[in-house]
């Protein structure tokens, strides 16, 4: 950490600025899957944007690389998560901060009464905010705003595109609901990995138990796995699912565990929890990935 600490500070002496690159376009890096792609939605043909991670990276446990610390350093913006879930990428954007660089900590503009507790994390917040399609609508007007206040000619492009996009998200809202509609209510207990989806367990009334607790910075033990399989036997649980960012090796060692009880559970599927899927695939944008997670989810448990 500390070359890369002191690379930003050589890298910045010299290239170091806040304007709109000559070729007219803000340049705009990102952390998340799922922040590249709002990004990308919002600014569209307009901006430059550079994602530093890709699909099946865990956020927890992201390292900035030297040829991260050279796009943050040449950007005009950088959106990240916060909330302390790009934990080990925290003191870069601290030292970032020393700057004139425009940084935007999605998840921080969020009103924290609505936000779950958590003691994982520094920031005494379950970071993964984004299962709350709200919130991510509230992400899209906080973008917005950004963009268009360091853009303003292409203010009426960037609000747009907004309204656009917030239009998929509301109708997003929708399809959600109607497909979880069809699961009883007794059925709805969500097992996986770690415990990412905890908003949207609140909202669609789930049951959502993790493994791993809510971050895969902590390692599930013998007796995390065993107390965990007498569980899933007690609640008759059919399935359980694996997470793309997230080694498989836990989960499958919970299904031996209730095997080896004599009673069986199924590995109900891949869900996309910290990133999104491939690029180019429905389950490479945020909307395809919600959907697609929520009829895995439906399928597997009914």
């Not at 890709?54 to 005009?76: F, I, M």
């Not at 779950?116 to 992400?139: E, L, M, R």
Request: hydrophobic letters at 40%; aromatic letters at 8%.
């Amino acid at each position: 950490m500390r070359k890369i600490i002191i690379l930003i500070a050589i890298v910045c002496l010299y290239n170091c600025k806040n304007e709109i690159e000559s070729n007219g376009k803000l340049k705009v890096v990102t952390t998340t899957t799922m922040i590249t792609d709002l990004v990308k939605n919002i600014g569209g043909d307009f901006i430059e944007v550079e994602g530093l991670m890709g699909s099946g990276v865990d956020p927890h446990l992201y390292k900035a690389s030297e040829g991260d610390v050279s796009k943050l350093v040449n950007a005009n913006i950088i959106f990240y998560n916060g909330l302390h879930l790009e934990g080990k990428l925290v003191e870069v954007f601290e030292k970032m901060g020393n700057t004139n660089k425009t940084q935007v900590a999605l998840g921080e503009g969020l009103d924290k009464s609505q936000l779950i507790g958590s003691d994982y994390f520094a920031s005494n917040y379950d970071p993964h905010v984004w299962f709350n399609i709200a919130f991510f609508k509230q992400f899209t007007n906080q973008v917005t705003d950004i963009l268009t206040k360091k853009d303003p000619e292409n203010a009426t492009n960037f609000l747009e595109n907004e309204k656009k996009y917030l239009a998929k998200l509301t109708q997003l809202e929708a399809d959600v609901s109607t497909i979880i509609s069809t699961l009883a209510k007794e059925k709805r207990i969500l097992v996986t990995a770690h415990d990412a989806f905890n908003y949207f367990g609140k909202n669609y009334d789930f049951n959502v138990v993790g493994l791993q607790g809510l971050s895969t910075a902590t390692e599930a033990g013998v007796k995390d796995v065993q107390k965990l399989s007498s569980f899933i036997i007690e609640n008759k649980i059919k399935a359980i699912f694996i997470e793309s960012s997230v080694p498989k090796r836990t989960i499958e060692a919970l299904v031996a565990a209730v095997k080896a009880k004599n009673h069986k559970v199924e590995i109900g599927g891949i869900l996309y929890s910290d990133a999104l899927g491939n690029s180019g695939t429905v389950e490479g944008t945020y909307i395809g990935m919600f959907k697609y997670n929520v009829n895995t989810i439906v399928n597997a448990l009914k």
